[in-house]
């Protein structure tokens, strides 16, 4: 029991630094930088703008034109903006700060329940002072940092069914993996491809992974569920 308490302890300080380091960064020269930063507002204003919303047309990049980019990422922090009212900028850092850290917890949790807890702490300890990560926040890679944090915690729940109903999980991961579709395509693209793999190794030699046939057809069906909510939105 109070070896549990320390490593959420440790796991909890883990996840503040991450965040309160990766905010410091952003705001080191008193504004987040990227070089998207404009595109990313220009979405954003077309979706807080009056009027109604239209996601495949962006009324404000370059004089207006035919939306290109997945608007995921735009609405949440839209959202956040409306609810909070914080300045674009700072809305911004706080979002994608906020999941980059919790993209560090879920390293965590998935390094500890397929190897173990020493070495999920290291592991989450590399994810923290990440380069790549930090190289993402800095050209303003957000829409790809949300959906760095949404793979991990979806293949998470994918490796925990045992412990869901099948109810909760079809609904937990059909959201999730429909909110990847919402936010990156190239990401959501990955995300099948290895999600497919897998499901094809583990048809083939189950007893190899210890894991039922029938679990894949689970998977499977959340990413089918996923795509549908995708589509009708």
């Not at 949300?146 to 998470?156: E, S």
Request: glycine content about 6%; proline content about 4%; some cysteine.
């Amino acid at each position: 029991m109070l070896q549990s308490t320390r490593t959420h302890i440790v796991v909890l300080a883990i996840f503040v630094f991450s965040f309160v380091y990766r905010m410091l960064l952003l705001f080191w020269s008193g504004f987040p930088p990227g070089a998207d930063i404009g595109l990313h507002n220009s979405v954003i204003y077309s979706i807080t703008g009056s009027g109604p919303t239209d996601f495949l047309y962006n009324y404000y990049h370059i004089g207006g034109g035919v939306s290109l980019t997945f608007p995921g990422y735009h609405i949440f922090t839209a959202s956040t903006m409306l609810l909070t009212g914080l300045p674009e900028y700072v809305a911004h850092a706080v979002v994608v700060c906020l999941f980059s850290a919790l993209t560090v917890v879920c390293a965590f949790l998935i390094t500890k329940k397929v190897w173990s807890t020493p070495a999920a702490v290291i592991v989450a300890f590399l994810a923290m002072i990440s380069r790549f990560d930090m190289e993402m926040l800095f050209w303003a890679g957000y829409p790809n940092i949300i959906t760095l944090m949404l793979i991990p915690l979806t293949f998470y729940l994918y490796i925990q069914k045992d412990r869901f109903s099948k109810v909760p999980f079809l609904i937990s991961t059909s959201i999730l993996t429909a909110t990847l579709f919402l936010t990156h395509s190239l990401s959501a693209a990955m995300f099948g491809g290895i999600t497919v793999g897998v499901a094809l190794f583990i048809l083939l030699f189950p007893k190899k992974f210890q894991t039922a046939r029938k679990t894949v057809f689970y998977w499977l069906l959340s990413i089918s569920f996923g795509a549908v909510w995708f589509c009708l939105f």
